[in-house]
């Protein structure tokens, strides 16, 4: 089975753009297209030439994934060290969330093409007013969902820590965990935020993820791509 690469990046504001837009041409020149999540209330407060960008990567064939809705939590919602937007909601509560967010993106034009929650935590109740709201596609820590044909594509995101000292372990595991996933023809997942850019080890290192997957002959795609079966992008 051939294996299949997908790169998102989030985190995407005015401070850290340069860092985005030097990343996609580095993954264009690899024929690797972006899978970008964008958060409706934060990008609502991004100046032009955010936004022109962001539409300028999705018709030049890069996806976008709604991410969240603000990332504000209840106190219900705590999951490990830190709280997620989506962890623990019930349908009705992710249902409110969703249509204040459709609302904001609405305003700029932005239409997504998919659902990636806070840290890839989704309830039950988040993945039925998914649903309920037309969404194709939520992509979770272990997978990507079909929520209209109930398929699962099995694989988990690959990402970084936190924490200086734990630096160097985060990057080798990145890209021995892509390596052996592109070996076994599976699901390559990447995940990067711009803060991860800022720093060189980590940058080099989802590129050296890449780089490897590619070299063991996985197909680039979007997280949309995936479902939608349109064909993959050369490696």
Known sequence: MTARLL????GIDARTLDRGAALSAELAARDVPLSLLLTPRAAAGQPGPVLAWVRECHAGGDALLQHGCDHATGPRVLVGRGRAEFAALPAHEAGL???AAGAVL???GLVPQGFVPPRWLASPGTLVALRRHGFRLCADLSGVRDLRGQTVHRGRVRGFGFGERAEPWWCFA???GAARAARRGGLVRLAVDTADLARSRP???????VDIALHHGAHALTYPDLLTGRPARAA
């Open 106 to 108: 609405d305003r700029l």
């Open 203 to 209: 940058r080099q290192a989802l590129l050296d993820a």
């Open 174 to 176: 990145l890209v021995m």
């Open 97 to 99: 969330r969703l249509t």
């Open 7 to 10: 790169v998102s990046l989030s």
